[in-house]
């Protein structure tokens, strides 16, 4: 299928959407519980154009820089596009990242969280991004996140040190273990810290994120095809 064209991307789009009103279905949960967002790292302006044209309006990307190179004039075009960071977060990029994301999801150290309280105080009335926590589910060195035995009290820290509002959290399972797992333990997290918000599903194993009670899916090659 040709990913370049707006038909192709559209047939593809309404497909991921039908799934995600299937499983919605399956878990006995309203369709707007659960939020579309059409995963855009790598790809360029003409790949996102026909997915625009399609009336998607929740994107993620993975960089900051990357972003900052094909956004904002799309944002001009379509000002009501909702951008989310959904990769690993530089400190020394919070303040571009401020002005860029409405959303940012991987929320994962104390200097992160300090630099973020930092930057959110100089908006001087801006809305700041929503922010999620990512939790590092599999304890994965090589992965970004929290582990989840020291969430509470890095969301405790958030809260009353920094005077963040987090709004819910995140995760990537390990891509060698069943995700049913991980995405359970990341809904009793929020649960017990009072988080509605999870983002949590991609491409592979989105419909069961839905019925553990993922609010956001992050979809990429399933809308836009391979990278």
């Not at 707006?6 to 799934?19: D, M, Y």
């Not at 940012?104 to 200097?111: A, E």
């Amino acid at each position: 299928m040709d990913v370049t064209g707006e038909n192709g991307v559209s047939e593809r789009l309404a497909q991921v959407r039908g799934r995600i009103a299937q499983a919605c279905r399956d878990a006995g949960r309203a369709e707007a519980t659960v939020q579309l967002i059409a995963v855009s790292k790598t790809f360029d302006a003409e790949h996102i154009l026909p997915v625009l044209a399609a009336g998607q309006r929740l994107f993620g990307e993975n960089r900051v820089q990357e972003a900052k190179g094909k956004w904002p004039s799309l944002k001009e075009r379509h000002p009501d596009v909702e951008l989310h960071l959904i990769g690993p977060l530089q400190s020394n990029k919070v303040r571009e990242a401020l002005a860029l994301f409405d959303v940012i999801h991987t929320l994962d150290r104390p200097s992160l969280a300090e630099a973020l309280s930092r930057e959110i105080a100089r908006l001087e009335g801006r809305p700041a991004p929503r922010l999620l926590v990512q939790v590092n589910t599999g304890e994965e060195p090589q992965k970004a996140g929290i582990a989840p035995g020291a969430a509470d009290a890095f969301l405790d820290a958030c809260r009353e040190e920094h005077g963040l509002t987090i709004e819910g959290l995140m995760c990537i399972p390990p891509a060698d273990e069943p995700a049913a797992a991980h995405f359970a333990l990341l809904g009793r997290i929020a649960a017990r810290n009072g988080l509605k918000t999870l983002s949590m599903g991609m491409s592979g194993d989105f419909e069961t994120a839905i019925l553990l009670g993922a609010t956001h899916v992050r979809v990429g090659s399933a809308i836009f095809g391979g990278r």
